[in-house]
């Protein structure tokens, strides 16, 4: 696609349920990451894929967090028993493949704002 | 990873420059230095990237000294429309990627 899309845009929760975030990242860009963002905070690192794999999942915060890219391209990021410290926005990158030289460019989708009652 | 330091916050007023100055004293020498700038409700944005001297593009400059420590992004006349919050930022590509990790960012204010 044209850009990073994120669905759903808003998702309310109860504490305790499951919950699911999509990513579709650009066409082409083998390189895809989670981040959380809380208000007025910088984006917190959650999870990068290189490919299928996680490259890095060191920024997720404990293991009701989960995210997958079965394909290469499409990720889920997945909450088990959301907790109301969940609430956060949660933002989506993507960008090729890993330069030989510079830094990786990325480009950032509108994020899924999560609510959890 | 190196950590930055940039102020929390400026205000500007239309159609001045405007200057945010990064701090990176740990920069490695495969480091490069990346900008962001964040809307509300919208995800960061690059800017602009450099590794020494200057790079200018249609939005802004970087401007890195020789020591490479810090940097300063230049928003030349800027309108209310650049009211956003710029986030620094330094790390480099490599085998196993780059995390990108960013700080709390600089909020500019732009001023009627």
């Known amino acids: 696609g044209a850009g990073v899309s994120q669905t759903p845009s808003n998702k309310v929760t109860e504490k305790g349920k499951y919950v699911e975030l999509r990513c579709d990242p650009i066409?082409?860009?083998?390189?895809l990451y989670w981040y959380r963002q809380s208000l007025g905070q910088g984006p917190e690192f959650l999870i990068y894929?290189?490919?299928?794999?996680?490259?890095?999942d060191s920024g997720l915060p404990n293991d009701r967090f989960f995210a997958v890219r079965p394909e290469g391209s499409v990720s889920t990021l997945k909450i088990q028993r959301t907790e109301r410290g969940d609430s956060a926005v949660y933002l989506c990158?993507?960008?090729?493949?890993?330069?030989?030289?510079?830094?990786?460019?990325?480009?950032f989708g509108a994020g899924s704002r999560l609510t959890v009652l | 990873l190196a950590k930055t330091t940039q102020p929390i916050s400026m205000d500007s007023y239309e159609g001045q420059e405007v200057n945010i100055t990064c701090s990176h004293n740990?920069?490695?020498?495969?480091?490069?230095i990346t900008w962001y700038q964040q809307f509300p409700s919208q995800g960061p944005r690059f800017i602009i990237q450099?590794?020494?001297t200057k790079v200018t593009n249609e939005v802004a400059s970087l401007f890195i000294p020789a020591d490479r420590k810090s940097s300063t992004l230049s928003l030349p006349r800027v309108s209310l429309s650049d009211t956003a919050v710029y986030y620094c930022?330094?790390?480099?590509?490599?085998?196993?990627?780059?995390?990108?990790?960013f700080g709390a960012g600089t909020r500019l204010f732009v001023k009627a």
């Open positions: 990158a993507s960008s090729p493949r890993d330069s030989s030289s510079g830094a990786n460019v990325l480009t």
């Open positions: 066409s082409g860009h083998t390189a």
């Open positions: 894929f290189q490919g299928t794999g996680a490259a890095d």
């Open positions: 740990n920069i490695a020498t495969n480091d490069y």
């Open positions: 450099g590794y020494k």
């Open positions: 930022l330094v790390g480099a590509a490599g085998t196993g990627g780059f995390k990108t990790i």
